[in-house]
């Protein structure tokens, strides 16, 4: 989660650029390892293939059944042999910065080293061979790591029950909001109308409400950084449904007066929604079930390290409190004594409730085909097995161990405005005040990417300004810590001293600063084939 | 624990380096009542590798591998060769490792990517132009029916009764929430869609029609007249492909009219993986690019004039607009989109054809075959890789007896439509390359056994 609202545009260096005159210049444009790739469109035909098919599975004249609707225009599909392809995606690859690669202080996000064991378990022919509508018992081993997964999910949390379908962070929060209205709708309030997100929430957050149907509103803050739990009471009331609390929050910061919070909506007669973005700072040593929370969503890629991928796919269960934990989505599983894990889908939920839960359950519905993130299942339940209880407790130990120390390391030279009231959590979060005219945090950030880390979450949140969240996470090293502060600090001087060279960085990345409202302006979305050569006149 | 890099002698350091005596004082903001003491109750310490790779192995072995049986399941996802440079490609740290790219001077390879990939998806539905990705098929096509109420200012819906009944599901949740409404309906156990029916229900309330293409009984209809009708009424037509090698053989809906299409692109380059991670992919004309969902990789320059790749008319989203955004999402599902892209590289025009053609004659096989066992009737006139047949009986309990047996014969329309007594008979047979001759002889021959 970052946000990159500068809608910064390059003004072109009078000489074109890098070509003629340039004494580094080369005639392909590649810098040795530095390689440029143009696309599949420019370099594949309709012709190649990279797929040998049998053709002997053809029926040539034995005619279609296609309704007539067979396929006479081309597509316009570039093939590529194997090794063309191989190296296309190879040589985009190292056009990417990774985890694998370093450092990725991406606040909010939680960019930890990826285990390859999880990358190994998913691939399991059982588990990633596996069609999601196979007869259930043919599929007790995957309902089984879904009924687990969820098993410690609980644990770690501290719920009373969990959904497992949704499929990302803010599908997690739809989730949770759903649930909320579901048992206001049962209460017969549903004429509650509005859902009290702080200013420095995840973009998700509003959007979400607003999406379910919520009208939204804000949640001052105090001066330091949390919650202002008086002015949240003054506002509480018979028309809010619900409070969307970030804990620990966007600031890096731990809401003390969480219990306090929760207390308060619940006597008003809303509901808590916390974002679990951050959970990673606390996992194994607090339990969001102790503090009161109705609805949690846990981002898998997350705290439980499921690869990021480039964005997604994500995985986002929701765990959930008893008084919201009947209203959860379908399907869900349930392992009975007898030790059969059963699927419970649209048409047995209401005879399984009666049956096993005296007919409490009243799921407000499917939020998505199938049973979720089963890929994602694999690799997180790999990883909370790995760790185990005293693994996952370091685990929070050492991410805000890490985040503390960048954060008193950097004090001199850049602004934090919360760290007077004392330590932070996972992330430490910085301001850009003090930097010189015309300085801003884009021009660190990318500052950063010429010291060859990827710049922390900027603009971000939004009750900062100039805002720059930095997470390290648990698995850097101090060497890697002090290496990292060495280049922030050293970028950062740059900014407080106005080092004009700043501002044309990056210089040694693959592409220099991009002209992101031309993007805009213009929207190119698609590959065109250039029009043909017209042929010279007979 | 291997995953964690500070030794006891840096966390000493360290701690005296933030002016903190232990680790506890820099939890101090939170009340001592909600700290636990100790590590957390019923979860065992950290384990090898080999324990963890022992325990997680002995759950895989206990699920009925689809590669392993004859198989002949559909319905929303399908299993295909996936090759095997796909798998070794996303595996690489700097696919698998990275985010969304928020830093486009370090991130090209995964806008570049996004760019081909929005390219190859808006070219085979025959759209301008398609995002970044979507979670999955189902949850694209609300997403598709709740920007059709953005374009058109309205919000009642005409769904057909050939859309799967998951996303039917999805919909339906969706709608309960946002106050739209559905016009829906199950499907009749015959050769013909519900064309007719669509045709009377748009009206100039109608803000969208949603028809699935091939539909969830394997059948193919033209779309052009339900798109010429939404047309008349200022509605939308939304095209749902679930199968998109499909396109490989049949014209694609944009030809016919779409004006958004969405899909789940899991056939392509993903594997079956028990329902997830998919990936939905979403399409639509130009004009409606403003209120489109998701990320949108654009084209531009950088500072030298250098082509390269941004996320783009972010507007539109929830990071900047909060509230106002067309839509919640924030993760796509962009490794899935990059397996997707790479197996759709790979498969090339001439590729992707042929590979449609010998899922199209390996289901005609199959259609022929099963036609031939006494008491069974094929459904369908139309088809592409999936098709119906009806049996003299129930047929969920034959599936189950058939999974006894070692087959996996399809996906039973009780299962999908459970308590629809007129479909209870309905067996959904897909047929891929994965299929062999000798498959599809077992399936017959295992259905005359058990029906006889």
């Not at chain 1, 580094?24 to 530095?34: E, H, I």
């Not at chain 2, 087959?407 to 062999?436: D, K, Q």
Request: glycine share 10%.
């Amino acid at each position: 989660m970052s946000v990159n609202a500068s809608g910064w545009r390059p003004e072109r260096p009078a000489n074109g650029g890098s070509g003629a005159g340039d004494a580094t210049a080369t005639f392909s444009g590649n810098r040795a390892l530095m390689l440029d790739e143009a696309l599949i469109f420019e370099i594949g035909t309709a012709e190649t293939t990279g797929v040998d098919l049998d053709a002997s599975m053809l029926d040539d004249g034995r005619g279609n059944r296609l309704g007539g609707l067979a396929r006479t225009a081309p597509i316009g599909l570039p093939g590529l042999s194997e090794p063309e392809t191989v190296r296309h995606y190879t040589r985009l690859s190292r056009q990417n910065y990774a985890i694998d690669l370093g450092l990725f202080p991406l606040g909010s996000c939680t960019m930890k080293h990826n285990p390859r064991l999880n990358e190994r378990m998913a691939r399991l022919p059982g588990f990633a061979d596996i069609h999601p509508l196979q007869p259930v018992d043919t599929v007790q081993g995957a309902l089984a790591v879904i009924n687990e997964l969820a098993f410690w999910l609980i644990d770690l949390t501290g719920m009373h029950g969990v959904a497992m379908s949704p499929k990302a962070g803010a599908h997690g929060e739809l989730c949770g909001i759903l649930c909320i209205k579901a048992a206001l709708e049962k209460r017969g309030e549903g004429d509650r109308k509005v859902v009290l997100v702080p200013e420095s929430a995840h973009g998700t957050n509003p959007a979400t409400a607003a999406f379910a149907g919520f009208k939204v509103e804000g949640i001052p803050a105090n001066a330091n950084g949390r919650v202002d739990l008086e002015a949240l009471k003054a506002r509480l009331g018979p028309d809010v449904a619900a409070v969307m609390i970030t804990n620990p929050n966007t600031c890096g910061l731990f809401e003390p007066d969480m219990k306090a919070i929760s207390d308060a909506v619940h006597a008003a007669g809303g509901y808590v929604y916390c974002d679990g973005a951050n959970f990673n700072a606390i996992v194994g040593r607090v339990r969001p079930g102790d503090l009161g929370i109705d609805a949690m969503h846990i981002n898998l890629h997350k705290t439980f390290s499921t690869p990021h991928g480039g964005g997604g796919p994500g995985s986002g269960p929701v765990v959930l409190s008893e008084a919201l934990s009947p209203f959860g989505p379908l399907p869900y599983t349930a392992r009975t004594a007898d030790g059969h894990i059963h699927l419970i889908e649209e048409e047995r939920a209401e005879e399984f409730s009666n049956e096993h839960f005296g007919g409490k359950l009243d799921s407000f519905g499917r939020m998505t085909a199938f049973h979720g993130q089963m890929g994602m299942f694999t690799r997180a339940l790999t990883y909370i097995l790995s760790h185990g209880a005293d693994g996952l407790r370091q685990v929070a130990e050492d991410a805000v161990l890490n985040a503390n120390y960048v954060l008193r390391q950097l004090e001199g030279v850049l602004e934090a405005p919360f760290a007077h009231s004392g330590p932070c959590m996972h992330e430490a979060l910085f301001s850009d005040e003090g930097f010189a005219d015309g300085f801003s945090t884009l021009d660190v950030a990318k500052g950063l990417i010429d010291e060859g880390y990827h710049p922390m979450t900027m603009y971000f949140p939004l009750v900062v300004h100039g805002a720059m969240l930095v997470e390290p996470t648990e698995t850097e090293s101090k060497a890697a810590l002090d290496a990292f502060i060495g280049s922030l600090r050293a970028v950062a001087e740059r900014a407080r001293a106005g080092d004009a060279a700043l501002k044309a960085a990056p210089v040694h990345a693959p592409r220099r600063r991009l002209d992101e409202t031309l993007a805009a302006r213009k929207p190119i979305l698609a590959w065109k084939d250039p029009a043909p050569v017209a042929e010279a006149a007979e | 624990m291997r995953y964690l890099p500070l030794t006891t002698d840096d966390r000493r350091q360290m701690l005296h380096a933030v002016g903190a005596e232990s680790i506890d004082d820099l939890f101090v903001d939170v009340p001592e009542a909600a700290r636990l003491s100790g590590p957390i109750e019923g979860l065992p310490m950290h384990a090898s590798e080999m324990a963890v790779e022992r325990h997680m192995s002995a759950l895989a072995r206990r699920n009925l591998v689809a590669g392993e049986v004859p198989f002949f399941l559909g319905a929303g996802a399908y299993r295909h060769h996936v090759p095997a440079s796909v798998d070794h490609l996303i595996q690489r740290g700097e696919y698998l490792t990275a985010y969304t790219p928020y830093q486009p001077e370090i991130a090209q390879g995964t806008l570049q990517m996004l760019f081909e990939f929005q390219t190859q998806v808006a070219r085979l539905f025959g759209c301008d132009v398609a995002n970044a990705s979507m979670y999955d098929g189902s949850t694209a096509c609300w997403e598709a029916i709740s920007m059709a109420g953005r374009v058109t200012r309205r919000k009642r819906a005409v769904l057909s009764s050939g859309l799967h009944p998951h996303y039917v599901s999805v919909a339906r949740t969706m709608a309960k929430f946002t106050g739209d409404t559905l016009d829906t309906a199950a499907p009749e156990l015959n050769a013909m869609t519900d064309g007719e029916r669509l045709l009377a229900a748009i009206n100039g309330e109608t803000s969208c029609v949603v028809v699935q293409y091939p539909d969830i009984l394997g059948r193919i209809a033209d779309l052009s007249a339900v798109a010429a009708r939404a047309h008349e009424h200022g509605a939308l037509l939304i095209a749902v492909v679930t199968e998109p090698v499909a396109l490989g053989a049949i014209k694609s809906p944009g030809e016919m009219g779409a004006d958004i299409v969405v899909g789940e692109g899991q056939s392509l380059g993903v594997g079956l993986q028990f329902g997830g991670p998919y990936v939905g992919l979403f399409a639509c004309k130009d004009k409606y690019v403003r209120q489109m969902p998701g990320r949108l990789c654009g084209e531009t320059v950088d500072a030298e004039g250098k082509r390269g790749f941004v996320l783009t008319l972010s507007t539109r989203e929830q990071h900047i607009r909060r509230e106002k955004a067309t839509s919640n999402i924030c993760t796509n599902s962009g490794l899935c989109a990059l397996a997707f892209s790479i197996h759709v590289t790979l498969l090339g025009e001439a590729g992707l054809r042929t590979l449609a053609s010998i899922n199209h004659d390996g289901a005609v096989r199959a259609a022929e075959r099963l036609g031939k066992v006494p008491g069974v009737r094929v459904v369908n006139d139309s088809f592409f890789n999936e098709f119906v047949v009806e049996l003299p009986v129930e047929a969920r309990p034959v599936v189950r007896t058939l999974a006894d047996r070692g087959i996996l014969a399809g996906v039973s329309l009780g299962r999908l439509y459970p308590g629809e007594e007129s479909l209870a008979n309905g067996l959904l047979v897909a047929v891929t390359e994965t299929t062999t001759a000798d498959d599809i002889d077992a399936l017959a021959e295992a259905l005359e056994e058990v029906l006889a």
